[in-house]
């Protein structure tokens, strides 16, 4: 039987006005769980993930709103148009079983220009010793994991360019090795999924690059509950 967290999505709206002009709309999304089995750790989660959520509003999102300002003025006094900020932070859950939960979350920025921003994070944690888990952690015997993982992403990397389908920046062997990050990762039932940012490797219309490494090839196996 496979032990599953109940999950319910919260969000924190709203539309910010200057002279009423409407020069900011946000909404960020962040879960809540629900769990007897693990109760203690799941309210700790749940305070943890509605503060994250709120800090970001407090601070990143209102000087984000005081740029919006500005930008707002300086195309009322020079006669262009004024385009609308934007802040939308998503989540995904895409591990949740064997006492450990998985998701990443996604949050993209508008602030004028051709395109808004996606800046990735995930978090990865072991509901039962009620702790983050870290990359290190699926390769217990493998202490050159990471010398490994960027030889497994270069050699994805080589297929897709073979087969003509994907953009990647020509030094891309360079661009994976300086911007590989240990906290850049998130589980999905068939195995670890590591992630670079946006034109970290590849163009912006690459998107965000992802590379799977399935359980059993060089990533350890999921512990299960006891």
Not at 81 to 102: A, K
Not at 176 to 199: A, H, S, T
Request: glycine share 4%; proline share 4%; hydrophobic share 35%.
């Amino acid at each position: 039987m496979v032990y599953r967290i109940l999950e319910k999505k919260d969000s924190i709206h709203n539309d910010l006005y200057y002279k009423n002009q409407k020069t900011l709309t946000y909404t960020i999304y962040y879960p809540q769980f629900a769990s007897d089995k693990f109760k203690p750790f799941i309210n700790k989660l749940n305070i943890y993930y509605k503060a994250e959520a709120t800090l970001y509003q407090k601070y990143h999102v209102m000087k984000l709103y005081q740029m919006s300002v500005d930008d707002y003025e300086y195309a009322s006094a020079n006669n262009f148009p004024f385009h609308l900020y934007e802040v939308l932070v998503e989540y995904q859950l895409t591990y949740n079983q064997n006492c450990m939960l998985s998701l990443y979350f996604d949050r993209y920025e508008f602030t004028g220009g051709a395109h808004g921003m996606t800046t990735r994070s995930g978090d990865t944690w072991n509901l039962q010793k009620g702790q983050r888990m870290t990359l290190s952690d699926f390769f217990p015997d493998n202490k050159n994991y990471l010398s490994d993982i960027i030889e497994f992403v270069n050699q994805q990397i080589e297929n897709d360019i073979k087969k003509g389908n994907e953009y990647y920046f020509e030094d891309y062997a360079v661009l994976v090795k300086e911007n590989i990050n240990e906290r850049n990762f998130y589980l999905v039932p068939e195995g670890v999924v590591i992630f670079f940012q946006l034109y970290e490797i590849a163009p912006y219309v690459s998107g965000i690059r992802t590379f799977l490494i399935p359980f059993g090839e060089g990533a350890a196996a999921m512990p299960g509950c006891k």
